[in-house]
């Protein structure tokens, strides 16, 4: 698939190719790296059903590790795609996007967050709510749950800024270093494994340009397993009750 791809582009045209996100990306990792990204063709991949969106299809179904691989291809771009609206906008916006584009989603439920009149930008972040005290750095589906986590923290007087950062890579690194300086404390939580995805990105780019606490919620080196949805978030602590409840231990330290 990832080679018909390359041969489309070479004849005019603007592929997107999509299967599970197992498939789409680790196990073509090799043809990503060097078929698509070396040979600097512009080829759109969809990995559906990624991380515990896979439910009933279990662990060797469940890529946890797409991020962290494709974060390490020079020039590629990452897309944990949060809801219907910016997927349509940024799957349009990526066909005239250069080089290698990778989009991590859900096959169903995914959650309404953004108007039909939203703009996206590869490499621009939102702030999806302003706050003073914590940094929610929020991916894909776990942009709800920091969402309805936010307001629960209202509720006890907890102010948290949650971002979107639309890309993985490339990071809004400006957005990001400017909340840490107004709150000092970042919270990072993504559908995928916290070696290499989203939390160690964010905490890379604070170690260098402003030193601050990161504390990363995710999968944590640990296979998929068979379940419903509720299970798994409750299994990988991936639930808005639990980032209310780092949260709130953080903060007493």
Known sequence: MVGVACGLFLGGFKPIIHS????????????????VSYAHKDVTVIGSDAGICATFNGGTHMCFEDVAMLRSVPEATIIDVCDGVSFVELLKKAQNLKGLKYFRTARRGLPDVYSDTE??????????VAGTDVTIVASGIQLAEAIKAGK???????SA???DPVTVKPLDEDL???SAKKTGLVITT?????????????ASVLAEHYPTRVVKNGIKDKFGQVGGMDYLRQQYELRDIDLVKMIKSLLKK
């Open 20 to 35: 599970f996100s197992p498939f789409a990306s680790r196990r073509v990792f090799d043809q990503l790296m060097v078929s």
């Open 119 to 128: 703009n996206f930008e590869f490499g621009k972040g939102k702030r999806i």
């Open 161 to 163: 800024e949650i971002i």
């Open 176 to 178: 990001i270093i400017g």
């Open 152 to 158: 629960l923290l209202l509720n006890e007087n907890i």
């Open 190 to 202: 993504e559908n995928a494994s916290i070696y290499g995805g989203l939390g160690d990105a964010v």
